[in-house]
């Protein structure tokens, strides 16, 4: 049976983390500087995030120098990381590529090397193919050139496939060209990583299944984030309709401003069961993980949207504001939105996976 409940060591987890975001995030001028000049990354965060908080490693097996955790665990630090939009590559690299990685045979040098220096935070690698790639879509890019390639600009390696099967690239090998995205905390680049360099990890059969796992896990795990994310602009929905007076009365006791809220709650209410049920899903290895992502994906991105629009809305005049940080998590549900798949195109997988298109 699918658990949706969250044990001690889940929550330890949990309140690590966010102790260690709280304490080592950049305050938020500092941060928007970073992001216009176009690096949103913080060192120093992600070492400790990665290395000394163990969570780069969580997916990896304790004899490849991983914490020989699952993906319930990756699941509780990507919904403090979306309650921040802390821009780090534990999406891209702790997940989608490390999945991809233990998707082969780890005991070959090249795929067990590289599997210990991400478990270590000593290096990130990410899948070359757009953000936007759909879990199934595992053709490989034209001429070795990918577009829209999710947190490129900070990765050491790049796990790029080809038609002859999937090439571990040194990043100074290839060339990445920054584009300019919505999000600025998840940067996007443009990779070419033409024949000839980079080493094989993988034949061409091995590498789709491999591929294909990793952007199942993304899609599955992105809506832990989305999660996290709608959930902080709730509670910061409620705390300035508390604040925030009008007529002598909080403007939050106003009926209209109530409902509005109520709606957003029980809209989180079920994309927390939605989202811990993908977690589930694929930590247990039910063969229904495929499904339980479709469906995660399906409600949860619009969900994450929804609430960051209700948030910039209910803040009313401040919330349209660059200073004030909202603007960052609309736009970080906006680009989520798309990001390994649409909603639509995973309503579409629901529909083949239960039968429900079938003439």
């Known amino acids: 049976m699918t658990d949706l409940?969250?044990?001690?060591a889940e929550e330890d987890l949990r309140a690590s983390v966010r102790s260690l975001l709280a304490a080592r995030s950049d305050p938020a001028a500092a941060r928007a500087g970073r992001e216009e000049a176009g690096d949103p990354y913080d060192p120093a965060l992600w070492r400790s995030l990665a290395g000394g908080a163990g969570a780069a490693g969580l997916l990896v097996p304790e004899e490849y120098g991983g914490q020989g955790a699952g993906p319930r665990e990756a699941a509780v630090v990507?919904?403090?990381?979306?309650?921040?939009?802390?821009?780090?590559?534990?999406?891209?690299?702790?997940?989608v590529a490390t999945t991809v990685l233990l998707a082969l045979d780890p005991d070959r040098r090249?795929?067990?090397?590289?599997?210990e220096d991400l478990a270590a935070g000593e290096r990130t690698a990410v899948l070359a193919l757009p953000l936007s790639t759909p879990p199934g879509a595992t053709a490989a890019p034209p001429q070795g050139r990918a577009t829209a390639v999710a947190d490129a600009v900070a990765a050491d390696v790049l796990l790029v496939p080809r038609a002859d099967g999937l090439y571990a690239v040194d990043a100074a090998e290839a060339r990445v060209e920054p584009c300019t995205p919505l999000d600025l905390t998840r940067p996007l680049a443009a990779v070419?990583?033409?024949?000839?360099?980079?080493?094989?990890?993988?034949?061409?059969?091995?590498?789709?299944?491999?591929?294909?796992?990793?952007?199942?896990?993304?899609?599955?795990?992105?809506?832990?984030?989305?999660?996290?994310?709608?959930?902080w602009c709730l509670e910061a929905a409620v705390a300035h309709t508390r604040e925030r007076h009008q007529f002598n009365r909080p403007v939050g006791s106003f009926q209209a401003l109530k409902h509005r809220m109520a709606r957003l709650w029980l809209e989180?209410?079920?994309?927390?069961?939605?989202?811990?049920?993908?977690?589930?899903?694929?930590?247990?290895?039910?063969?229904?993980?495929?499904l339980a992502a479709a469906v995660a994906q399906a409600y949860c991105s619009p969900a994450a949207v929804r609430a960051a629009e209700e948030c910039l809305q209910l803040h009313g005049g401040t919330g349209m504001t660059w200073e004030h940080p909202v603007h960052r998590y609309?736009?970080?549900?906006?680009?989520?939105?798309?990001?390994?798949?649409?909603?639509?195109?995973?309503?579409?997988?629901?529909?083949?996976?239960?039968?429900?298109?079938?003439?």
């Not at 990507?78 to 997940?95: D, H, I, K, N, W």
């Open 192 to 231: 070419s990583a033409p024949d000839g360099t980079g080493t094989r990890i993988a034949a061409p059969g091995p590498a789709a299944d491999a591929v294909g796992q990793g952007l199942l896990a993304g899609a599955a795990l992105l809506a832990s984030e989305q999660l996290g994310l709608a959930e």
């Open 268 to 290: 989180l209410v079920s994309a927390r069961a939605a989202a811990r049920a993908a977690a589930d899903a694929l930590a247990t290895g039910a063969g229904d993980a495929p």
């Open 330 to 359: 609309l736009k970080r549900a906006k680009a989520d939105e798309i990001a390994f798949g649409t909603p639509g195109r995973h309503r579409q997988e629901v529909a083949r996976l239960t039968g429900l298109d079938a003439p």
């Open 5 to 8: 409940l969250y044990g001690e």
């Open 78 to 95: 990507l919904e403090e990381l979306g309650r921040t939009v802390t821009p780090a590559p534990f999406l891209t690299s702790s997940v």
């Open 110 to 115: 090249p795929v067990g090397r590289l599997l």
